[in-house]
């Protein structure tokens, strides 16, 4: 079975440009959640799906967005990109959300944000 | 929101030795996961802790949930190189519309 898959590997923007980001969930799996990690820091949190309704939202400005499709596929959209946008942009699937005992996380490989 | 600290930031360790690194947090977490990641990749989830002072293995690896809820510990017997990452404490918040990530500890073991 394949695992998250995330679409672009890399991008590179340059500042106040829009950009998707795409994540595949694994089969079966109805929650989405992205991460933002700067290089030498653990990833923050920036929201989680589960069944199309955002359910969490981390300390990030609004000009961070997302959704969920019905085959539980998600984008990541971020306007007015700034340098400090730079960052590996994480996916994670699981079965449900974090309030539940199997809302084990399961990482995509991430998609590398460079903004110039 | 919410900061979990780890301790210590980096280690370099002889093949062998084992590992103790350990995570704080400023509030009561109600669960405490332990994730590795490898560069290129996202991160994997090594143990999961869901009561105070609940002890629990993975093979090499030890994790302990604190009895203040406010911190966890993750030991590793007998290093290899494999080993080598950054390791993360995790948690969801208790409203469980949030999650947090650990500062990390990076890894390195020397043949």
């Known amino acids: 079975d394949a695992g998250v898959t995330q679409s672009p590997t890399h991008l590179i923007k340059t500042r106040g440009q829009h950009v998707t980001l795409r994540c595949s969930p694994i089969?079966?799996?109805?929650?989405v959640s992205w991460y933002q990690q700067v290089l030498g820091q653990g990833p923050q949190f920036i929201f989680q799906?589960?069944?199309?309704?955002?359910?969490g939202r981390g300390n990030f400005p609004d000009r961070f967005s997302a959704r969920q499709f019905p085959n539980y596929s998600s984008e990541l959209n971020v306007n007015a990109l700034l340098l400090g946008d730079s960052a590996l942009y994480l996916c994670?699937?699981?079965?449900?959300?974090?309030?539940?005992?199997?809302?084990?996380?399961?990482f995509g490989p991430g998609t590398r944000l460079t903004v110039l | 929101g919410q900061q979990l600290n780890q301790s210590p930031q980096s280690m370099f360790i002889q093949e062998g030795e084992d590992v103790s690194m350990n995570c704080t947090s400023s509030?009561?977490?109600?669960?405490w996961l332990w994730y590795k990641q490898e560069p290129g990749e996202g991160p994997v989830l090594l143990i999961a802790?869901?009561?105070?002072?609940e002890l629990t293995s993975n093979g090499r690896l030890t994790a302990q949930f604190g009895i203040t809820r406010k911190d966890s510990f993750l030991n590793i017997s007998a290093s290899i190189p494999s080993d080598v990452g950054i390791y993360f404490c995790?948690?969801?918040?208790?409203?469980?519309?949030?999650?947090?990530f650990g500062t990390g500890t990076s890894l390195t073991v020397i043949p």
């Open positions: 994670a699937s699981s079965l449900k959300v974090f309030r539940t005992r199997d809302y084990e996380q399961f």
């Open positions: 089969s079966g799996h109805k929650s």
């Open positions: 799906y589960y069944e199309k309704e955002e359910r």
């Open positions: 509030s009561i977490f109600n669960t």
């Open positions: 802790l869901y009561k105070a002072g």
């Open positions: 995790a948690g969801p918040s208790n409203t469980g519309n949030q999650f947090y």
